[in-house]
């Protein structure tokens, strides 16, 4: 267990490094209209990733990526070697191809802005650092590796929330009550008294969930 905890702790600090001084060394920018699209599923290595739901029938893609503290030559090749692909259809799917291996990027992490339809389902999947989503009003399902999640839903549009935590904390603020759940085994919070029909999921393998219905 101490060496599970030591090794969450390096992997905070390398992101808190990482986020804390950068510089923009590569960018990517798409608007992609939703037409026949069912469901979105967004998969990022690194970073901080925020999504938020809107009204537009269109997806807008604003990813850059970035060094910590200067570009070296080894994040450089690494960034130029980051290729961002989506393919469209019944699930649309955004992803980051060609990212270095754990402890290869020298700092390299992204920084992601994305505004998806509020009606459309919606899977996002990040390895390290900080998830955001916010809006959205169908189902979604959120998986991160290490770090943080903040989830903030409309509540007449949600009707069960699971959360999944292997080590860490998880919350949830519904129908006026605080529910949670923490410790260093696998601890998950069930919530089922909603009135909507969005199915909410959210699983993290080391760090801190928080849900709020609004």
Same mark, same amino acid.
Request: aromatic fraction near 4%; charge should be negative; glycine fraction near 6%.
């Given at each position: 267990m101490k060496k599970i905890a030591l090794f969450f702790t390096a992997v905070m600090l390398l992101w808190a490094t990482s986020a804390g001084a950068e510089e923009i060394v590569r960018s990517f920018r798409q608007q992609i209209?939703?037409?026949?699209? /069912? *469901? =979105?599923?967004?998969?990022?290595?690194? /970073? *901080?990733? &925020?999504? *938020? !739901?809107? *009204?537009?029938?269109? =997806?807008?893609?604003?990813? $850059?990526?970035?060094?910590?503290?200067? %570009? &070296?030559?080894?994040?450089? &090749?690494? !960034? $130029? !070697?980051? #290729?961002?692909?989506?393919?469209t259809g019944d699930r649309l799917r955004i992803e980051l191809k060609n990212w270095p291996k754990f402890g290869g990027s020298r700092g390299l992490h992204? =920084?992601? #802005?994305?505004?998806?339809? #509020?009606?459309?389902?919606?899977? %996002?999947?990040? /390895?390290? /650092?900080?998830?955001n989503i916010h809006g959205t009003a169908s189902h979604l399902t959120a998986d991160l590796g290490v770090g943080e999640v903040n989830v903030t839903l409309p509540k007449d549009a949600i009707g069960s929330v699971d959360l999944d935590t292997g080590i860490g904390e998880a919350s949830l603020v519904a129908a006026g009550r605080r529910y949670e759940s923490s410790g260093l085994i696998a601890r998950e919070l069930h919530w089922n008294k909603g009135t909507g029909r969005g199915k909410v999921s959210v699983d993290c393998g080391v760090g801190e969930i928080d849900v709020v219905l609004r």
């Open positions: 209209p939703s037409g026949s699209i /069912g *469901e =979105i599923s967004l998969d990022f290595p690194v /970073g *901080e990733v &925020t999504v *938020e !739901a809107w *009204e537009n029938p269109q =997806i807008d893609v604003d990813v $850059k990526l970035a060094c910590n503290h200067r %570009a &070296t030559s080894r994040c450089l &090749t690494a !960034a $130029k !070697a980051a #290729r961002l692909v989506y393919s992204v =920084i992601a #802005r994305i505004s998806v339809p #509020r009606d459309l389902p919606l899977r %996002a999947n990040l /390895g390290v /650092g900080e998830l």
